[in-house]
């Protein structure tokens, strides 16, 4: 009995660590993404150190804008207007976005560029993937776009090879 | 029968190589598209990643096209390596890529691939030095035109350069090239092209060579300035010459002056004048005419 004693003990501890580091998630909940207005969530950032912001702005249950900020972000909201989801993981958010590159919608864009500002290996497979195998050549050229953009020295060994092969 | 068969079989052949041919073709262009889409990225990179590529796409096997475009970015990169290789295939590069590269350096603007366009001018060909032209005009590096023809001793390419002059609007040394090496044709067209009728008046009132002074006689009628009828008026009284005062009537007729024409042939006396003078009205189609008409009827 006295070590779930101990246990609730540390569970507690633990608790109060977390809710010290502030009101983050890691690995939060993208699909309750559902709610009207502005969300925010942030990613380990293709310029290492570093994290990146995305914002959404959801309307009728599907995003309407997905910004980035920096050099081509326009329109962000204010902060009052924001819900932050705090951390996220790579992969969760690049799968949340991804679904909006192959639905075709115009939001696609975006979400590509989105992407690319992604930490990791995944971020750039994806644009590979589309580069290499999509049907799309506009999406693909795209892919290729945001690729150099993200300046990742991985993106521009690709990029080196894209240009040379014949 | 047979031969039927064998019919088949070869269109069939040909039907299937033709889509495998335009398939491979369309992977060409996508590929091509996406190495375009590539490049044209590059030009948002930093100039230390970008630099490296575009220099690899311009040496490598590619297509004149992507070629060109990586001469462009490479001319939009801020970096000195990127001026030296641009100026290198401005050099030497193969012919249509050595022209293009060229003009680049006009794109590029960088004082130090402009100063390099002398030594390619004077080594150049024709092809060359056409180029050469074109990119001082892009640059709107001025001196470096009027070097071209204060320098040359062809008399073409005095022709080209002052009418890049005229293009770049440089009245200045427009104005220099008429002092410095005398008045001419080409200058004369470039005062035209660049609506500079202060040295047309020069040229107008030399009588020192009286084939340019009746072309830009005339051409003071084509540029049409606020006062260009009083000058051609004053150029048609004071003329000896039946040749200038028929350059001065043109001049006023293309300049559509036929106020300044009616009242020349007011105050003339002179019957064969009086018959030029309305010679050119009725061309001029000028109300003008009616007056000189119910004139002529109310003398009667």
Redesign the interface.
């Known amino acids: 009995m006295s070590w779930l004693i101990r246990m609730r003990g540390l569970i507690a501890v633990a608790l109060m660590i977390a809710a010290s580091l502030g009101n983050e998630t890691i690995a939060s909940d993208l699909i309750a993404l559902s709610e009207e207005g502005w969300h925010t969530w942030r990613v380990p950032s293709v310029e290492i150190p570093g994290e990146e912001r995305i914002y959404v702005l959801m309307r009728s249950g599907e995003p309407a804008k997905i910004e980035v900020p920096g ?1 081509w972000c326009n329109n962000l909201p204010h902060n009052g207007e924001v819900i932050d989801l705090g951390l996220v993981s790579t992969d969760e958010s690049i799968d949340w976005l991804q679904q909006y590159v192959e639905s075709r919608t115009d939001i696609g864009s975006d979400a590509l560029a989105a992407i690319s500002r992604h930490a990791g290996d995944r971020s750039l497979n994806v644009l590979i993937g589309i ?1 290499e195998s999509d049907a799309d ?1 506009e999406l ?3 892919a ?6 993200s ?1 990742s020295d991985d993106a ?1 060994n690709y ?2 090879r ?3 092969k ?1 | 029968m047979h031969t039927h068969l064998k019919l088949i079989f070869v269109l069939l052949a040909l039907s299937v190589a033709s889509t495998a041919v335009a398939q491979t073709s369309q992977a060409d262009q996508d590929k091509e598209e996406l190495k375009m889409a590539a490049l044209e990225a590059l030009m948002s990179a930093p100039s230390d990643l970008a630099l490296p590529l575009v220099i690899k796409v311009l040496n490598g096997n590619n297509s004149d096209n992507l070629k060109e475009s990586a001469l462009f970015i490479l001319s939009q990169i801020d970096h000195p390596d990127a001026t030296a290789k641009l100026l290198e295939f401005a050099r030497s590069g193969d012919g249509g890529m050595q022209l293009e590269a060229i003009r680049m350096i006009g794109i590029n603007g960088e004082d130090e691939a402009i100063a390099g366009l002398t030594d390619i001018y004077a080594a150049g060909d024709a092809d060359v030095r056409e180029a050469v032209l074109e990119a001082y005009l892009i640059a709107d590096d001025v001196e470096g035109v009027f070097n071209i023809a204060m320098n040359t001793q062809s008399e073409d390419e005095y022709e080209e350069a002052v009418e890049t002059l005229a293009a770049m609007g440089a009245h200045e040394a427009l104005s220099k090239l008429r002092e410095a090496k005398g008045p001419s044709d080409a200058l004369i067209t470039a005062y035209i092209i660049s609506d500079n009728d202060a040295e047309l008046r020069k040229i107008a009132l030399d009588g020192s060579d009286i084939e340019l002074q009746i072309e830009a006689i005339e051409a003071l009628g084509i540029v049409g300035a606020n006062d260009a009828d009083a000058v051609l008026v004053e150029i048609y009284r004071s003329t000896a010459s039946e040749d200038i005062k028929e350059a001065a009537l043109v001049g006023l007729l293309i300049g559509d002056h036929d106020d300044a024409i009616l009242a020349l042939y007011r105050a003339s006396n002179n019957v064969v004048e009086k018959r030029d003078l309305l010679e050119a009205l009725v061309v001029m189609d000028s109300d003008s005419m009616m007056e000189v008409i119910e004139e002529a009827l109310g003398d009667q």
Not at chain 1, 144 to 149: I, K, Q
């Open positions: 050099r580069v050549q693909r050229e795209q290729v776009f945001w690729m150099v953009l300046e521009f990029i080196d894209l240009l040379t014949k």
